[in-house]
């Protein structure tokens, strides 16, 4: 999927605001992944070899499995400076907010970003975009990622000479993470054209994936293997996996952001299994993290039931109406009627 005639207009304001600016804050939503962070630090490299001063901003700390990003160690997050935050977000004409569409995503940072006079900046590729907030609003979500999407503006804008090799590091890794490696919701040739691309610029795909992929703590290898040992029920006559991990059990192992990444589709191996769902205890809410193969929507799932959303196989919600106990029974509970969403094969 290209850019369509309704961007060009939005994408030439864009330029515009660009060319304006001299100091741009970058953020991206709570709990950063990689698509996030990647999009994220990915525009801050362009952006920067025009002499504009940036900033990444972001609620809260990004996980440590993305520290191999160039640019991470200079990312501020608001739950660390929040005096450094509040300035810097003050001061900026320019506001880019990337990887979601609605400010509720940014928790506590989303006061200082309506309150700034800077422009602001929406390019995101989840479903349901608000319609309010945004000076400039470019949404696809058709588009497997938001980093996809950031090089199809970058290229359009004609800074496509501007994508370095750090630059196209960070935009591959969120092409990457946001399909599980290209294995769903990857299918649009012009995705693969961007990543020849990149290639092109000098990254080392083999190596991303093996720093995004492949490099865990000991830890995070223990928790894992005891959420598939000992947490893991699967349910063949529904189709359906389901994993729950309290707040003690994630203590338990030490637990950091990012340790889990990549459980909830470890069942999805299972034959028969069609969609999974992974639960973990918050301070005050269970996150709820879903996965799917084929036709099957846990995005509408996440919607209806879990206040989310996300797309056709990956999407997500929290669970603020009890523990962890009641969350599962309400996933258990669906069950039965969400048979009549799988495709019979």
């Known amino acids: ?31 950063p992944d990689g698509d996030a962070l990647g999009s ?26 993305l520290s191999f990003l160039p640019g991470y160690n200079d990312v501020m997050p608001l739950s660390r400076y929040e005096t450094l935050v509040r300035s810097h977000v003050n001061r900026a ?22 309150a700034s006079p800077a422009r602001k900046i929406m390019i995101d590729h989840h479903l349901h975009p608000a319609t309010e907030g945004f000076d400039v609003q470019i949404s696809h979500p058709e588009i497997s990622s938001t980093c996809a999407l950031l090089y199809k503006v ?21 092409m990457m993470t946001d399909t599980g490696n290209f294995s769903y919701n990857s299918n649009d040739p012009d995705l693969y054209l961007a990543i020849s691309d990149l290639l092109e610029r000098g990254i080392d795909k083999d190596q991303i994936y093996r720093q995004a992929m492949n490099v865990r703590s000991e830890n995070s290898i223990r928790l894992n293997s005891y959420a598939l040992l000992e947490k ?6 529904y189709h359906a996996a389901l994993i729950c991990i309290t707040r003690d059990e994630a203590n338990r192992f030490g637990y950091k952001k990012g340790d889990t ?11 028969g299994v069609v969609y999974s769902c ?23 799932l996440c919607k209806e039931h879990f206040g989310g959303g996300g797309h056709l196989n990956a999407a997500g919600g929290e669970f603020h109406d009890g523990d962890m106990h009641k969350c599962a029974e309400l996933f258990k509970s669906l069950m039965p009627e969400n048979l009549s969403l799988i495709t019979k094969e």
């Open 232 to 237: 893991l029920e699967v349910f063949p006559e």
């Open 93 to 114: 004409d320019l506001i880019f907010c990337l990887d979601y569409n609605e400010l509720k995503r940014v928790d506590r940072l989303a006061p200082y970003i309506e």
């Open 40 to 65: 994220s630090l990915g525009l801050k490299h362009v952006l920067s070899c025009l002499g504009i001063e940036c900033r990444v901003i972001t609620p809260d700390c990004p996980p440590q499995s």
């Open 261 to 271: 990444e990549g459980l909830v589709n470890v069942p999805l191996s299972i034959p």
């Open 154 to 174: 970058i290229c359009a804008m004609g800074l496509d000479e501007y994508i370095t090799k750090d630059a196209a590091e960070c935009i591959y890794t969120g």
């Open 1 to 31: 999927m290209s850019i369509t005639d309704k961007d060009i207009p939005q994408i030439e304001k864009l330029k515009e605001l660009i060319s304006k600016s001299r100091n741009v804050v970058i953020t991206c939503h709570l709990s």
């Open 278 to 300: 992974y639960l973990r205890d918050e301070e005050d809410y269970v996150k709820v993290s879903m996965r799917s193969v084929g036709d099957f929507p846990v995005n509408k």
